[in-house]
């Protein structure tokens, strides 16, 4: 069979890789937080017997973009979001420790301080426990500070604080559930620069036209693609008239 089918066949394939990363993307707009991927394409040289006379297409994401996204007020004391260059540390489902950039954070029954979506908050000394509370308090350094039941308003005790690191971007990578973590597994060390901001959380930095954009570029070389496998089908189906003639 012609090799012009199977050089088209990857091409069409890749494009749906492709289209499936921009689509994560775009989904997710509207996620705190969110960090979008990027996407390229590559050719493949087909390396055999013979000579590389044929290059096919790979898809691939090469990275994230780590760009921070805007800051929205919600009002809430327990909203927090990073002020610039840093992560909140957070204890990743598989123990291990991942980094956000924002989190709407709550207290569960048995008072740990907890992310949104159930991730534990990390602090001086591993995940943080809240006492019986009235209400709480983070400052800009991350210091969680409390009104235990029955005190007075004025009275606030410390309770520990929140793990803020700022490593390297380039050693930072984005795992397959969303999280992010520096690369090799180890846990980055705490940063006092770091500074959060209370009652506001940080919205996805995903464009909405780019994406778009890119999707509908990708559908148009899709049908190329698939042109291209109709057109191989033609050849074949006219080379084989020619032999029955013949």
């Known amino acids: 069979m012609d090799k012009m089918l199977y050089v088209s066949m990857t091409g069409a394939s890749q494009n749906t890789l492709a289209q499936r990363a921009h ?27 013979s000579y590389p006379s044929r290059v096919y297409a790979m898809s691939e994401r090469p990275g994230t973009d780590f760009t921070p996204g805007t800051l929205q007020e919600t009002g809430r004391d327990l909203d927090v979001a990073v002020s610039g260059e840093g992560w909140l540390a957070v204890q990743a489902p598989d123990g291990g420790e991942a980094y956000v950039r924002t989190a709407s954070l709550r207290i569960d029954a048995l008072g740990m301080l907890r992310t949104g979506n159930g991730l534990p908050v990390m602090g001086n000394a591993g995940p943080i426990a809240v006492p019986p509370e009235q209400k709480v308090e983070i400052g800009q ?62 919205a996805s930095n995903v464009n909405a036209v780019e994406e778009m954009t890119a999707i509908l570029s990708l559908s148009r070389q899709f049908e190329l693609q698939v042109k291209m496998m109709r057109t191989a089908e033609d050849n074949s189906s006219a080379m084989a008239r020619v032999l029955q003639i013949s």
Do not use: C, H, W, Y
């Open 23 to 49: 689509a994560n993307n775009l989904a997710n707009i509207s996620t705190n937080g969110f960090r979008r991927d990027f996407e390229q394409a590559r050719s493949m040289p087909v390396f055999g017997e």
């Open 141 to 202: 350094d991350g210091t969680i500070s409390i009104r235990a039941l029955g005190e007075a308003p004025n009275v606030m005790a410390e309770v520990d604080r929140l793990k803020l690191v700022n490593p390297d971007l380039k050693q930072m990578e984005k795992g397959t559930d969303g999280l992010i973590r520096v690369k090799g597994g180890q846990p980055a060390e705490a940063d006092a620069n770091v500074r959060v901001t209370s009652g506001f959380l940080e």
